[in-house]
């Protein structure tokens, strides 16, 4: 149980455009899901909270212009890197907080390069 | 600022051995702490959740500790095995649900 997936799971993109990652709980309902960005051989940062019908809540320092997400419904939150640029090639990761346990499960990520 | 520190270095050991891994933090009254396995290319795995009035929590071959005095969290792998080869990472929470990751510490277990 509590199965997370992503995808895509690898995208490549000419800089300027625009690219949509999406996070699906398979098994269970997430009323908040989180995106982080790891950088190679650095940690998870935190970029943004997801809560089911409403703005997301984004980290100190993240473009809540150029990185939308939405969160419709309790299985699928979507992130939109928009104007996509070299230095956003990053490896993208969705969690999914089950509910009372306090513990986030994971996507397998998506690894994005703008060339 | 919230600080967490893993050693950065690769942590190299024989398969059977214990393989202990390291979580400091500053600055932070964490509510809970957790690890989690990391494999290249891929999402982490939740391992285990251990809560600020608990010292100790096992599972299977896994145990860790937590010493909110030390401000520090031991992790065990005991009997390790060559599969038991990734990233370790340790994050801590608090009732704002977020996570606050460390940069994590590659164990490689040599058969």
């Known amino acids: 149980g509590a199965v997370v997936s992503q995808h895509p799971s690898w995208v490549i993109c000419k800089s300027g455009t625009s690219v949509k990652i999406e996070c699906r709980s398979l098994?269970?309902?997430?009323?908040?899901m989180f995106w982080y960005r790891q950088f190679p051989k650095q940690s998870l940062m935190l970029m943004a909270t997801?809560?089911?019908?409403?703005?997301?809540?984004?980290e100190q320092g993240v473009e809540k212009d150029k990185f939308l997400i939405n969160h419709a419904s309790l299985t699928l939150s979507t992130l939109t890197v928009t104007s996509a640029h070299p230095e956003d090639s990053s490896f993208y990761i969705c969690?999914?907080?089950?509910?009372?346990?306090?513990?986030?499960?994971f996507g397998p990520g998506t690894r994005l390069t703008v060339l | 600022s919230q600080k967490i520190e893993q050693n950065s270095e690769a942590l190299n050991i024989q398969e059977g051995k214990t393989a202990t891994l390291t979580c400091n933090y500053t600055?932070?009254?964490?509510?809970?702490l957790q690890w989690y396995r990391q494999d290249p290319g891929r999402g982490p795995v939740f391992l285990l959740l251990?809560?600020?009035?608990?010292k100790e929590k096992r599972k299977e071959r896994l145990k860790v500790t937590f010493d909110t005095t030390l401000k520090q969290s031991l992790f065990h792998i005991t009997a390790s095995q060559p599969a038991d080869s990734a990233t370790y990472l340790c994050?801590?929470?608090?009732?704002?649900?977020?996570?606050?990751f460390g940069s994590g510490t590659r164990l490689l277990v040599r058969p």
């Open positions: 997801s809560n089911e019908g409403s703005k997301a809540t984004y």
């Open positions: 600055n932070y009254s964490p509510a809970y």
């Open positions: 251990i809560r600020e009035n608990e």
């Open positions: 969690s999914a907080d089950l509910t009372s346990t306090d513990t986030q499960y």
């Open positions: 098994d269970f309902q997430a009323t908040t």
């Open positions: 994050a801590l929470g608090d009732s704002s649900y977020k996570l606050i």
